[in-house]
């Protein structure tokens, strides 16, 4: 069993930053893909950032330039750097990452960014 711990969601001005950070712990081996990503009510889940162990990363287009995945295989941590927030960025950002094919939540970290 793998546990993700989020932390560094809260509010913000359109056009800061924030920072989250997420920790897995529990029995790791080998962590395929971690990422991150968001929900708003009424909505599906969306990719926002996702990276592999080998350090391939992708961004979903409505991030890209401006969010920064980083992960450090060492910690198994994973940490999104979001700049330039747009209100459209509220919502629930969740953890996620895979091994031996079975997949991995957090509980979620609530990012707000107010007009």
């Known amino acids: 069993q793998v546990r993700l711990v989020e932390s560094g969601g809260g509010l913000v001005q359109a056009g800061g930053s924030l920072r989250l950070s997420c920790a897995a712990s529990?029995?790791?081996?080998?962590?395929?893909?971690m990422g991150w990503y968001r929900q708003v009510p009424g909505k599906q889940r969306e990719l926002v950032a996702a990276v592999s162990s080998s350090g391939t990363t992708n961004y979903a287009d409505s991030v890209k330039g401006r969010f920064t995945i980083a992960r450090d295989n060492a910690k198994n941590t994973v940490d999104l750097q979001m700049n330039s927030l747009k209100p459209e960025d509220t919502a629930v950002y969740y953890c996620?990452?895979?091994?031996?094919?079975?997949?991995?939540w957090g509980t979620g970290t609530l990012v707000t960014v107010s007009s």
């Open positions: 996620n990452t895979v091994q031996m094919g079975r997949i991995y």
């Open positions: 529990g029995s790791i081996f080998s962590l395929n893909f």
